[in-house]
């Protein structure tokens, strides 16, 4: 019997209401459609709209949603991830406590091999121009896009778009609405994948304009530069699924997004959304600015640039006048230190790879004092291993190397004949090799001061660290390349890591970042490359079995701190009262849909006008 998807309790629900729904717009599209600009609203919703329920109750129309950025970058990530219109959807604010659910896919099915998917999109889908959506526009997106290796701009989560062995699946178009996938191995897990990505489609008409394969004045270098969300020649923005239409960008000042016409998402009222006519990103300066203006009023909500540093801050101002805010926790992972492990520097690589430093660096950290004195005793000391609430997390190995332990530290140096041999207070590898480290980080608010902690404990066992501190645009660009010793980042893809393997295993040339050598050139270690394999399987294994198989890699992974977790943290973010339909808890992390989508802006909206500082 085929594994087949349908929801037909809650489709044909949806059918006889629908069916006789009248459905209702914004005033600023009203107008619009009474001046014959817009078509009415019916004929721009699809045949079966999608229905988001609210987090607590219908909203109204109108306002401007309005939030601060410390920086933009050309992938920004407001424009993209607002909705993540993937196949699928994740169940949000916490998506591991429910069902994969419908979103542009309407149902779906699989042969019972797991490798032939079979999804019919939703009827009717308009592009914001009200070009039709069809699965012409998968297919442009996933061969001539995301399958085209001269297309440089990677802003879509590409790597879940192709199996673990690195092959793309084979796509066919059965008709305008109807699409059947093929892979080469078993491959349910790609319903997570589809779910997870930024889109699944991008507009034929509008890109191919730009595409050498159907335009031979165009070229590569021209698309690139068009794919982008944001810059002087972008035009990823433009044309969308999206709730927002990008409309207006001025460089370190701000970006504005009006709502797109042809939304293809209602409320179960029948409402088209968006509720909030207006969407804007405004330029800070830095992490403090923004903030401050969440705190005043300037800005609307922050989850992205602001925690911690804030937290008291935002405590004390809490309930004063003209401070209308709440406070509310995410899941969030904490700071990751990566080794690299193909170091272009021999002696850096030759520490990085010695277990021994690895182990004795980490019962270095002194996470519990950490969280006392930077995270208001909300991070939870970790090793190296899956997030505690992920099916893969191993109880028994998870919490390995994370107390503060300086004692034990020493003796593992000790032991492995790891000491100073010169009086320098630093030591040496058997070989010579000091546990000298250049550690590059970013500018940030957080990791810079638990960073300088980290120096300063591990200096006392007799390990130097260089911090090397750099821009973020810059230290992405460096760790992307490889050029780094140590570096600083989140421990992100934790939860799922099946989803974003090729952060963790070399499923390609040059990942993962922290071992690029390793597809071309083997692993560096016998424990790595069995962590490896056991990944690599589980992928392409049952669910049951796959989560069997990365328990036991987990286990490896804490045992051998192929890389090191300070903490888990409950993360503060900061929302001003006057929304309605926000959540005060969600989760975030990267395999659910990055930072944004348990906020589901289309859904949110104005109880009262904002009241912003002069």
């Known amino acids: 019997m085929k594994y087949l998807k349908i929801f037909i309790p809650v489709i044909l629900l949806i059918f006889f209401s629908q069916s006789s729904m009248a459905y209702e717009e914004s005033p600023m599209l009203k107008k619009l459609v009474k001046s014959g600009k817009l078509p009415p609203v019916d004929q721009r919703l699809p045949e079966n709209p999608l229905v988001e329920t609210p987090v607590s109750e219908m909203g109204k129309y109108g306002g401007k949603l309005v939030l601060g950025t410390a920086f933009f970058l050309d992938d920004e990530r407001l424009p993209s991830r607002v909705d993540r219109n993937g196949f699928f959807q994740f169940t949000y604010p916490f998506p591991s406590e429910g069902p994969i659910k419908p979103n ?26 009200g070009t039709p959506f069809t699965v012409d526009d998968v297919i442009f997106f996933m061969e001539d896009i995301v399958d085209d290796k001269n297309v440089a701009y990677i802003w879509f989560y590409e790597g879940n778009f192709y199996e673990v062995n690195g092959n793309f699946p084979s796509i066919t178009k059965i008709d305008d609405f109807n699409l059947k996938i093929n892979y080469k191995e078993k491959a349910f897990l790609f319903e997570k994948k589809y779910s997870n990505v930024v889109w699944a489609a991008l507009p034929k008409h509008h890109f191919s304009k730009f595409h050498p394969k159907y335009n031979s004045s165009s070229s590569y270098e021209i698309l690139n530069e068009k794919l982008k969300l944001l810059g002087k020649n972008s035009e990823g923005g433009r044309v969308t699924l999206n709730a927002w239409v990008v409309d207006e960008y001025v460089p370190d000042g701000k970006l504005h997004m009006t709502r797109n016409p042809y939304y293809w998402k209602v409320d179960p009222n029948g409402n088209q959304l968006p509720y909030f006519d207006e969407f804007e990103i405004l330029i800070a300066g830095d992490r403090p600015a923004v903030g401050l203006g969440n705190m005043t009023g300037e800005y609307d909500h922050d989850h992205m640039w602001t925690g911690f540093p804030h937290y008291s801050m935002w405590l004390e101002e809490q309930g004063k006048t003209n401070r209308d805010y709440s406070i509310g926790f995410s899941n969030a992972p904490g700071m ?8 272009e520097d021999k002696d850096a690589r030759t520490v990085n790879r010695n277990v021994h430093f690895r182990r004795a660096l980490s019962l270095a950290i002194d996470r519990k004092n950490i969280s006392r004195a930077l995270a208001f005793d909300l991070m939870t000391p970790i090793g190296a291993s899956w997030a505690p609430d992920s099916p893969y997390f191993d109880k028994g190995s998870g919490y390995l190397y994370s107390e503060y332990d300086p004692q034990k530290a020493r003796k593992i140096l000790d032991d492995a004949n790891i000491v100073d041999r010169d009086g320098d207070g630093v030591r040496e590898l058997p070989t010579g090799e000091k546990l000298e480290m250049i550690w590059d980080m970013y500018a940030h608010d957080l990791y810079t001061p638990m960073s300088e902690m980290i120096v300063a404990t591990a200096s006392e066992v007799g390990i130097k660290l260089i911090l090397n501190e750099a821009h973020q645009t810059l230290y992405r660009k460096n760790y992307d390349a490889g050029n780094y010793e ?18 963790w295993i070399p499923t390609k040339p040059g990942s993962p970042h922290f071992h690029k050598d390793a597809y071309g050139k083997g692993s560096f270690s016998p424990e790595y490359e069995e962590f490896s394999k056991l990944l690599k399987t589980a992928a392409t294994a ?13 286990k490896i992974m804490a045992e051998n701190v192929f890389m090191i977790h300070v903490g888990v943290r409950k993360r503060p973010f900061i929302n001003q009262n006057r929304l309605g339909n926000m959540v005060l808890e969600s989760t975030r992390v990267q395999e659910y849909g990055n930072f944004d989508p348990p906020f589901r802006y289309m859904q949110v909206y104005a109880k009262y006008p904002a009241k912003r500082p002069n």
């Open 542 to 554: 049952s669910i049951e079995e796959g989560i069997k198989l990365g328990q036991r890699a987990g």
């Open 336 to 343: 990751k230190i990566s080794f690299n492990f193909d170091a």
């Open 486 to 503: 140590m570096s600083t980042h989140d421990f992100t893809d934790y939860n799922e890591p099946l989803l974003a393997i090729e952060k």
């Open 104 to 129: 542009l896919a309407e149902s779906w099915s699989w042969n019972d091999a797991g490798t032939e998917l079979k999804i019919k999109l939703r009827k009717g889908i308009k592009w914001s121009d």
